[in-house]
């Protein structure tokens, strides 16, 4: 099981020259709860989950894991935290398009100095855990929208991270497809006690989580626990 922890980002700003992509913004996480944040472009939302999963730095505030400030590490040691901590899964789900499905799911293991074989062990039982065994020798350009990003999605648990960091999961995908991405990503993060943080347009994918955050103009302006949805009922 993974490392379970609190998130916290407190009064977090962060600007581009005359645009404020966050204006202050502070937010809680608490361990293993699912949470959309949503917006249009431009709302500052990708900003967010940039500042809480330590890709970049913001202008002021602070981000905290488990009590422990992070956002003060340096780039190498925010980069092991990316590589051990969090797992990450894409729009436009990132494999390596030279790579098997098993090497891609491996790789994140063998960064972190797992044996290879031991890596390929835990590769391959995370392909079957998602239903797509059959895969573990094809490469990305040999794979439909929803296999690649389940292999995505391996290869972010894989690490057992206490956060999983999603944006757009569901953006590239058909209707049906995205559904299933969906379903398998909530199931599978509650399933590990991880937490979900998900960037989000669509309200729909964003009302299949415990929380949905909304922001614009780089605050946030509603925060609301919506009732439990029917994900192919929120998805239609």
């Not at 999983?164 to 590990?192: H, I, N, S, W, Y």
């Not at 989000?200 to 919506?226: F, K, M, Q, W, Y």
Request: with cysteine; proline share 4%; hydrophobic share 40%.
């Amino acid at each position: 099981m993974p490392n379970t922890g609190e998130l916290r980002g407190v009064n977090l700003r962060k600007e581009y020259g005359s645009t404020v992509a966050l204006g202050g913004v502070t937010m809680e996480i608490p361990a293993g709860q699912s949470t959309a944040i949503i917006g249009p472009s431009g709302s500052g939302k990708s900003t967010l989950l940039h500042a809480l999963a330590a890709i970049l730095q913001p202008d002021s505030g602070e981000v905290h894991l488990n009590g422990e400030r992070i956002d003060r590490y340096s780039e190498g040691k925010r980069s092991a935290l990316r590589r051990t901590r969090f797992g990450f899964l894409f729009q436009f789900n990132g494999l390596l398009p030279e790579l098997t499905a098993r090497d891609n799911v491996a790789l994140p293991l063998m960064l972190n100095g797992t044996a290879r074989r031991r890596a390929y062990t835990s590769a391959d039982a995370w392909l079957h855990r998602l239903g797509i065994h059959g895969l573990t020798d094809n490469r990305p350009g040999e794979m439909s929208g929803g296999q690649a990003q389940r292999v995505a999605l391996a290869r972010a648990l894989v690490i057992e991270p206490s956060v999983v960091f999603a944006d757009e999961p569901t953006g590239a995908l058909d209707q049906a497809t995205g559904t299933e991405t969906l379903r398998t990503l909530l199931d599978t993060v509650k399933d590990r006690g991880a937490s979900l943080v998900m960037v989000t347009h669509d309200l729909n994918v964003a009302g299949a989580c415990e929380r949905v955050v909304e922001i614009r103009d780089g605050h946030i302006i509603s925060d609301s626990r919506p009732s439990a949805t029917i994900i192919e009922e929120a998805t239609v």
